[in-house]
């Protein structure tokens, strides 16, 4: 297939007073081209990170993003000038974040904040760019875009905030699109508008999406294909029908039974013993094995590779599959 | 408070009102009008129920569970304890009436003092409410944290040495620390990652059974609800608009708004995974709530009676009430299909885990 993106042994790390944070600790994927690709994963597993480290927005120092390679349609971005990411970054490959009130500058319109966009990556003249700023806040269904392109993020809802936000991040046809927790902060109400809501551009315009969440139930509705993330790796990777059908890592198990159905009855939920490890102290062999039910001595000694368990699914698990009497 | 008969409900809540003064002018501040946070509402809670109480942002459901604990003054409405009448208590009779009723906030680490040791933490209820000595305060705090999973040497750190998950506990420690009979958890799991979220659910429904506790739970996750309730109130704009048992309200919500709420639940499911009728729109204001039935501005099935005259909370059987003039006519929604992760591998697997955490665990 071909891939828009292609991450290849993905490093980030961070020097901290407290040692060296192992925040993303080698990870490979690929997104290809128009198709929605999953990262999920519990707080403090390293998906936003993997996110920023290839937008190119970790800060340096403290942090430092290493990788064989990191191709956006073929192109090493981590060898790029600052100038030609700057150029990248809102252009062919933007972010929207869980955060939009944090995202957008209070002290300007939402349209002079789409319009620099626009200007910073096009040549469009102002009152071009303009008018596709409000054409961009009616593909996002802002009613009577052309007036409330003047308001200021503070007289907008938390969703118009987060269509604005989508907006702007759309208003340069992006090839991809990184959505980071877009619905976090959102009513349920409001983040199924939401999660409709890109769905459906992505199939009018054709981009990749990286979505980063926590919520298994987002990726249910929206992702083509999962990557399961903890500790700074990723454990499991699958089409979305056969992670939610057939999940293979231990972790990968504990969390889907540990999440709360209206749609299936059970009387108790599964839980995860114990807490993540810390990212300055990772134990040494796979870093699930002091929570997993199933591990043993190798578990604990050595770090399982992520490896193919039948076409497309990858597990990074010496138990895997676990055996199931049927 | 314990001679009360055991028949009366821990809590009977009538008519609960709560408007807020919005103002405006430094110097000369002005009324300009009312924030209708909670507008007649009223339910019971039964000895050892759990009642939870759903709803969006700014629907009025924590302001509700304040009024309740008298953390805020009603504008109007009656709110009764055990039978008794919270409003007529005077300050050192509510205090001690607190002791039976507590709270668990959402976010633990800004609702524990930082300057103070978990154990310090955990004997200041008894202190406040002068029971035991230093002595027996500091092995009820031993106590309380085996009960809530914690261990005794935890009682000497500080809360930030904490994770999220267990500073939950700490809270929880602090809440069950004087005894109460209920305990307001207001989003007790919402700031919380979804496998310690599980931890946090089955603890509170442990600690339920064991000590008959009655619990009004806050939330605004109906998944989450639907795991720890016995019965459940929607709220939209300050009212009440359903409330019935669990079964009746998830296999069968008759309010529109109950069931676009259980409809934009995202399932975990990707075999589930449908075109939905989604609700338009923002909720609107309290300042300025729609006239009529304050959902009619995003109801599908809204009718011009809808925006003149206001629903009341009527029966539509034996403790299932609803605000919602056309209940009877509009047509059912599909329930979504119950196959789910019964399919596949999962189960099995998951079957596996369970088996092979019990098999770990001594005792």
Known sequence: ?326 | MSDAPSNVPVLQVDGLVKHFAVTRGLIRRKTIGLVRAVEDVSFEIARGETLALVGESGCGKSTTGRLILRLMEPTSGSVRFKGKEIADLDKDALRRMRRHMQIIFQDPYASLNPRMTVGEILAEPLRVHEIGDDASRAARGRELLDIVGLLPEHARRYPHQFSGGQRQRIGIARALAANPDLIVCDEPVSALDVSIQAQIVNLLQNLQQRFGLSYLFIAHDLAVVKHISDRVAVMYLGKLVEISDKKTLYDRPLHPYTQALLAAIPKPDPALRTKRVMLQGDVPSPFRPPTGCRFHTRCPHAQARCSAEEPLLREAAPGHRVACHFFETIPAPTILARAGLANGKFAARLAAFEAAKTARTPG
């Open chain 1, 1 to 326: 297939m071909d891939n828009l993106l292609e991450v290849r042994g993905l490093k980030t790390h961070f020097a901290t007073d407290r040692g060296l944070f192992r925040a993303v600790d080698g990870i490979s994927f690929n997104v290809p081209r128009g198709r929605t690709i999953g990262l999920v994963g519990e707080s403090g597993c390293g998906k936003s990170v993997t996110s920023l480290s290839v937008m190119g927005l970790v800060p340096s120092p403290p942090g430092k993003v290493e990788a064989e390679a990191v191709l956006f349609s073929n192109r090493d971005v981590l060898r790029l000038t600052a100038d030609e990411r700057r150029k990248l970054r809102g252009g062919k490959m933007s972010m929207i974040f869980q955060e939009p009130m944090t995202s957008l500058n209070p002290v300007h319109t939402v349209g002079q904040q789409i319009i620099e966009a626009i200007l910073a990556h096009t040549a469009m003249t102002p009152r071009a760019a303009r008018a596709r700023a409000i054409e961009m806040l009616e593909l996002v269904k802002i009613p009577s875009a052309a007036q409330r392109i003047d308001d200021f993020p503070h007289n907008m809802s938390g969703g118009m905030r987060q269509r604005v936000m989508i907006a702007m991040a759309l208003s340069c046809e992006p090839a991809l699109l990184i959505a980071d927790e877009p619905t976090t902060a959102l009513d349920v109400t409001i983040q199924a508008q939401i999660l409709d809501l890109l769905s459906d551009l992505q199939r009018r315009l054709g981009m990749a999406i990286l979505i980063i969440t926590h919520d298994l139930g987002v990726i249910a509705e929206v992702a083509d294909q999962v990557l399961v993330m903890y500790a700074g790796r990723i454990v499991e990777s699958a089409d979305v029908g056969d992670l939610f059908a057939d999940p293979q890592h231990p972790y990968t198990i504990g969390l889907l039974g540990s999440i709360p159905r209206i749609d299936v009855d059970r009387k108790r939920l599964a839980t995860i013993e114990g807490t993540v490890p810390s990212p300055n102290n990772q134990p040494a062999g796979c870093r699930f094995a002091p929570r997993c039910p199933f591990a043993d001595q190798r578990c604990r000694l050595d770090p399982p590779p992520l490896r193919d368990i039948s076409p497309g699914h990858q597990v990074a698990c010496w138990k895997a599959p676990v055996e199931v009497a049927s």
